[in-house]
């Protein structure tokens, strides 16, 4: 039992470049978001699922895409990389909707120049 | 909307004294509430939560929190703070309708010192 797994780690992107973060649980948990997490801002949820085929939108969702096809995985997409998207992004899941509580990845270093 | 707000960006505290981080939010509905924990370099970790029920809840390594409905406070509290305890402390909820979002708050930066 893995958790939640994101790869990469770490990941330098020059301006304008595309990406895609993976994020992928083992759980079984219907409920999957991604965050950012920059200093003095605290965590920003950029996109949430309730479940495979459901997406959307969190508090800053500009620049970012998502899919869910399956469960168990939920890929985060730069489009086209900006220097304000490095950031420390977070993928998390959890059993129920907001009863139960979330399980993190280790989290993507990442750095646009 | 739904907020969270930690007003404090760092708690000082002494090993073996009482420490508190405070926490305050604003939902629609009764609220969901919940503290993590973040490690340097590390994903959060689940602390403890509120849903229903008793107003004072235990969690994880002799935390516990304080759900004020009046106050719309839900302060994190351990009787002996330990060295250990250094991290950064986030609060975070969620409305019981109106959708499926949770919302973090900026996170509290605890030192305990020796």
């Known amino acids: 039992n893995a958790g939640v797994t994101q790869t990469p780690k770490f990941q330098v992107l020059k301006t304008g470049q595309s990406m895609t973060l993976q994020c992928a649980q083992d759980m079984n948990h219907e409920y999957m978001s991604w965050y950012r997490q920059d200093p003095g801002m605290g965590l920003r949820l950029i996109h949430y699922?309730?479940?495979?085929?459901?997406?959307d939108q969190g508090e800053v969702p500009n620049g970012y895409n998502v899919s869910r096809s399956t469960t168990e995985d939920f890929p985060l997409r730069l489009l086209s990389a900006a220097p304000s998207q490095t950031s420390v992004y977070f993928c998390?899941?959890?059993?129920?909707?907001?009863?139960?509580?979330?399980?993190f990845g280790q989290g993507t270093r990442l750095t646009v120049v | 909307a739904q907020s969270v707000a930690q007003p404090e960006d760092q708690v000082n505290v002494a090993e073996g004294n009482p420490l508190t981080v405070k926490c305050t939010y604003s939902v629609s509905g009764n609220p969901y509430l919940f503290w993590y924990v973040q490690y340097p370099n590390r994903g959060l970790q689940f602390l403890l939560k509120y849903i229903t029920g008793d107003n004072l809840v235990k969690g994880s390594y002799g935390f516990e929190a304080e759900f004020n409905k009046s106050q719309t406070s839900f302060h994190l509290k351990k009787p002996s703070a330990l060295v250990s305890d250094s991290a950064l402390y986030f609060c975070a909820v969620r409305s019981n309708t109106g959708g499926f979002k949770t919302i973090f708050g900026a996170g509290t930066r605890l030192f305990v010192k020796a």
């Open positions: 998390a899941s959890s059993y129920e909707q907001g009863i139960t509580e979330a399980f």
């Open positions: 699922s309730v479940g495979a085929g459901i997406t």
